[in-house]
């Protein structure tokens, strides 16, 4: 969680220090991609907890607090780039921020849609390629038990 938000954190400075300077958000593309990776990790994380077993039955692990006090404070950050992004940058740079956000999620999801369906079909491949490889060799030993039994080997 520590390594997310000091990313987030740093990400956060650069991104700040872009617009203070008035160039262009695509200069600072890595700090986007890190911010938004960072916050994304957090919140699913979080999300991961909550619908876990043992957070149900009651079992917590530690950290919860620490996790709502970062994403407290990420928000408080995005709010001042917000702020730092309506001042200084171009007209409707904020705007333009919040569709590349949501365009990259978007572009997140669906590439662990493909890594998980990918991962799927290379299990299924395995599996019947397995199945294959035991169907032949069972077949193979009732092929030499019959053979020797009837006397040809």
Do not use: H
Request: aromatic share 10%; glycine share 10%.
């Amino acid at each position: 969680m520590l390594a997310e938000f000091s990313a987030a954190n740093a990400a956060f400075g650069i991104l700040r220090q872009t617009v203070m300077n008035g160039k262009d958000l695509m200069s600072a593309g890595k700090a986007i991609a890190s911010l938004v990776d960072a916050e994304e990790k957090l919140r699913s994380r979080g999300n991961k907890k909550k619908n876990s077993f043992w957070f149900k039955v009651g079992g917590k692990e530690g950290g919860d607090l620490e996790e709502f006090m970062a994403l407290e404070e990420l928000k408080k950050k995005k709010a001042e780039l917000e702020s730092s992004m309506r001042l200084y940058g171009r007209p409707g740079l904020y705007d333009d921020w919040v569709k590349f956000q949501i365009q990259a999620r978007k572009d997140r999801a669906n590439a662990e849609e493909r890594r998980k369906e990918n991962l799927q079909r290379l299990f299924e491949i395995i599996a019947i390629a397995t199945f294959c490889i035991l169907g032949l060799g069972i077949l193979g030993v009732v092929i030499y038990f019959g053979m020797k039994t009837r006397g040809m080997l």
